[in-house]
């Protein structure tokens, strides 16, 4: 149970930087804010990692494998444009 | 090399709220995602290091793949970015279903290594549905928003629509405490495979009674479920880094859904329960007012006459690619000394911040972007305002008019201006399936056409007057 425990801690001081630290952001970047929030919360990619490279049985790799193509797709799209879109403000 | 992985996740986790710490200024922004990309490398890196991962073929291929679809999508044009904003939620929270999943029979077989508390046990339930949910419901969100044929863009509604969605969650979550409880009961994978069938279910319901003017609203709870989704895998996996980004995925997500809601002066629940834009009783008006059209060239001669002009965008603008052309008009205004400023609703286009990006990508200056609030006060002094497929924003109604669904939105005070120009693709009324009595007013001409096509016309009227 310590384990819930630090773990609903983490999530609650988590939410509380993220409303702090969001409620900043400039309006003029909201779109850039959600696809770059997006490309971060692709971190779950680590999990994608595990269960596609540890030696599980086939249906559960492949399961991973598409999780792992769906969130690098999120990272690698996510990021770049992104930057992308942040080059257009960036150049005035 | 448990400790390797715990500094790599404390690293990232660092890194990612410093990411969005620099979005609070355009001129610091690009450092964010510089952060952004180093986490995220520090943490896969971490983690693919662990001596449990042996098929490096799989992830690489995997990896590849994700390359190989991501590079296109973040290519597409300005204007598509809502859509692939929906399809990257609706990617998440495949990821987190699957994932979810997979850890499920994982256990089931015997073969994963924690425990399967109840507590575990809850997250994935939660998991699964927020995934799978976000999965399909943004899936359609983006076929709407790229008007795929077969999925229909006007709301879709029918009598106890919100008790059949409502029913549906309900035995989903019903399966989820089961299974919450009794994870190893013979018939608990069952009920597992029938929480993600309904969660996928779910997602489709909720979102086919939604009209396009409610997207930007959606596509930020969408993605606030895409991050809660994320934290759940987290609680699941024993990842505070997950949990982490998860929660600040979801707090964005949250922070934006309030503030489209504020700005449509409407409940989350209203949102998505109250299928905005089904057909309206036509509002019995006593008159049937006239709009009165101008032609281009009285229209450029208005505007040359002004000092002040403020330039009111809308989805119709981005609909029509006419950045690059209000560029050119506010060149050749600029020019002749004529103040040039643009009211940005925080509901105009399809996503938050829509329109910005539009504008930015056509190089105009953001310090011209103002906020509804900021220019509301100076449009009573404005001698124009020029009104570019923008409509329910501007439409007076909702100020006092009960029976609009509009009713108590703010709006950008257009018809307070001295002369109101309004560029109109066609007579139908907007989205929402308003009259917009601005258009009649009688300090309101009409230019009717597609905004691209308008706008270069009154450019050539200006003489050529933009630089590109």
Redesign the interface.
């Known amino acids: 149970?310590s384990?819930?425990g630090s773990?609903l801690f983490?999530?609650v001081l988590?939410?509380f930087?993220?409303?702090g630290?969001?409620?900043?952001?400039?309006?003029?970047?909201?779109?850039?804010?959600?696809?770059?929030?997006?490309?971060?919360?692709?971190?779950?990619?680590?999990?994608?990692?595990?269960?596609?490279?540890?030696?599980?049985?086939l249906?559960?790799?492949i399961?991973?494998?598409?999780?792992?193509?769906?969130?690098?797709?999120?990272?690698?799209?996510?990021?770049?444009?992104?930057?992308?879109?942040?080059?257009?403000?960036?150049?005035? | 090399m448990h400790l390797i992985g715990e500094l790599s996740a404390v690293l990232?986790t660092a890194l990612?709220?410093f990411?969005?710490?620099w979005?609070?200024?355009?001129?610091t922004?690009?450092r964010?995602?510089i952060a952004?990309?180093v986490?995220?490398t520090v943490?896969?890196l971490a983690?693919?290091i662990?001596p449990?991962?042996?098929?490096?073929g799989?992830?690489v291929?995997?990896?590849a793949?994700?390359?190989i679809?991501?590079?296109p999508?973040?290519?597409?044009p300005?204007t598509a970015?809502p859509q692939?904003?929906a399809l990257?939620?609706a990617?998440?929270g495949?990821?987190?279903g699957?994932?979810g999943?997979?850890?499920y029979?994982?256990w089931r077989?015997g073969?994963a290594t924690a425990e399967m508390?109840h507590?575990r046990m809850s997250a994935l339930a939660a998991e699964v549905i927020l995934g799978f949910l976000t999965f399909t419901g943004s899936l359609m969100a983006a076929g709407k928003l790229q008007e795929v044929r077969w999925i229909p863009q006007r709301p879709v509604t029918y009598p106890g629509q919100n008790v059949v969605n409502i029913g549906v969650l309900a035995i989903a979550v019903a399966l989820g405490v089961a299974v919450a409880l009794y994870p190893g009961a013979p018939w608990a994978p069952q009920a597992f495979l029938g929480i993600a069938a309904l969660a996928l279910i779910f997602g489709v319901l909720l979102i086919i009674p939604i009209g396009g003017a409610d997207m930007p609203t959606v596509?930020?709870i969408l993605?606030a479920y895409?991050?809660l989704s994320?934290?759940a895998?987290?609680?699941v996996?024993?990842?505070?880094?997950?949990?982490?980004?998860?929660?600040?995925?979801?707090?964005?997500?949250?922070?934006?859904s309030i503030i489209m809601c504020r700005a449509m002066n409407r409940s989350f629940t209203n949102v998505l329960f109250g299928a905005f834009g089904k057909a309206q009783p036509a509002l019995a008006t006593g008159e049937q007012k006239e709009w009165k059209q101008e032609t281009v060239e009285g229209a450029a001669q208005l505007l040359e006459q002004a000092r002040s002009v403020v330039i009111i965008p809308g989805y119709g603008m981005a609909v029509a690619q006419a950045q690059h052309k209000v560029r050119e008009l506010y060149d050749a205004l600029t020019k002749r000394g004529i103040t040039v400023k643009f009211a940005i609703h925080?509901v105009a286009g399809r996503?938050?911040?829509?329109m910005?990006?539009l504008l930015?990508?056509a190089?105009i200056?953001?310090s011209a972007?103002v906020?509804m609030d900021e220019i509301n006060p100076e449009m009573p002094q404005t001698d124009v305002a020029l009104v570019l497929g923008a409509n329910d924003v501007v439409n007076p109604a909702a100020r006092y008019n009960k029976g609009t669904p509009i009713y108590g939105m703010p709006i950008i005070d257009a018809d307070k201006a001295k002369t109101v120009l309004a560029v109109k693709r066609s007579k139908n009324p907007g989205f929402a399936g308003i009259d917009n009595e601005l258009y009649v007013q009688d300090n309101t001409w009409m230019l009717f056409g597609d905004a691209k096509a308008v706008l270069g016309e009154l450019v050539k009227q200006f003489g050529g007057g933009g630089i590109h």
């Open positions: 149970m384990d819930f773990m983490v999530f988590a939410t930087i993220g409303l630290v969001i409620r900043r952001v400039s309006r003029l970047l909201y779109t850039p804010l959600m696809s770059l929030t997006n490309a971060i919360s692709a971190i779950a990619v680590v999990g994608s990692i595990v269960v596609t490279g540890a030696d599980h049985p249906t559960i790799r399961l991973g494998a598409v999780a792992l193509f769906a969130s690098m797709t999120n990272i690698v799209s996510g990021f770049m444009i992104t930057d992308r879109m942040l080059k257009m403000f960036k150049k005035q | 990232a990612f709220i990411a969005l710490y979005m609070n200024d355009p001129k922004a690009r964010g995602v952004g990309v986490g995220m943490a896969v983690t693919w662990q449990e991962i042996i098929h490096h799989w992830i291929g995997a990896i793949a994700g390359f679809v991501g590079v999508l973040s290519r597409v300005l970015v692939r904003t990257s939620h990617f998440g495949l990821a987190a699957l994932v999943t997979a850890e029979f994982l077989g073969s508390t507590f596509i930020s993605n895409a991050g994320a934290v895998m987290g609680f996996l024993d990842s505070k880094l997950l949990v982490t980004a998860g929660a600040l995925d979801g707090s964005s997500g949250l922070i934006l925080p996503m938050p911040g829509h910005n990006v930015a990508e190089n200056p953001y972007l906020e």
